[in-house]
């Protein structure tokens, strides 16, 4: 059993690299759009019509899109210092717990993401930005990011209820503690 569930979250994990890779392809879309749109406001005194609308969305894909990526790399903020002082069980439940409530929050937010994309689809809504785009595209890229976020933190829950190290660099700190 725990060999089935630890190949689980090696997958979820792999699904979150593929999200963390179209998260950066995104990033450097942003950023070479960003640089061609200064140099054209600054030069030709234009502006395109695009780059505010397609910032934004692409701005929001980076963010969701690495998140459960992060999550497992250890990047996210958290309360360290109060859990170097608390022992060691009682830091896995406490570290249980909150990805439980992550989780809560996360699942609401991904449903939301999905209903807000299928009803901008079934309407056929449309972006008031002179683009004029279907805003399910963005708001399905976005609710794809939440569902990858939600999967590393059940991947997380899974880990931490098996005994395995939750975070990347706890598997690499118990790693080099074994080795010594």
């Not at 054209?40 to 969305?57: F, N």
């Not at 692409?58 to 690495?66: D, E, K, Q, R, S």
Request: glycine share 10%; hydrophobic share 55%; with cysteine.
């Amino acid at each position: 059993m725990r060999g089935a569930l630890s190949r689980l979250c090696a997958a979820i994990d792999r699904l979150n690299e593929w999200g963390a890779w179209f998260a950066a392809a995104c990033c450097a879309v942003l950023a070479v759009m960003l640089i061609v749109e200064v140099g054209v406001t600054s030069k030709l005194g234009w502006s395109q019509p695009w780059a505010v609308e397609y910032a934004s969305y692409l701005c929001a894909v980076t963010l969701l899109g690495g998140a459960g990526f992060a999550l497992r790399h250890s990047s996210h903020i958290r309360v360290a210092v109060a859990l170097e002082y608390l022992p060691r069980p009682l830091v896995r439940v406490l570290d249980f717990f909150c990805t439980l409530g992550a989780l809560a929050v996360t699942g609401i937010l991904a449903y939301g993401f999905w209903e807000l994309a299928a009803k901008s689809l079934e309407r056929g809504s449309k972006s008031y930005f002179v683009m004029q785009t279907p805003l399910w595209i963005p708001q399905g890229l976005l609710a794809v990011g939440v569902f990858l976020l939600l999967a590393a933190l059940v991947a997380r829950a899974i880990r931490i209820l098996i005994g395995e190290a939750p975070d990347l660099a706890e598997e690499r700190a118990a790693g080099e503690g074994g080795a010594e």
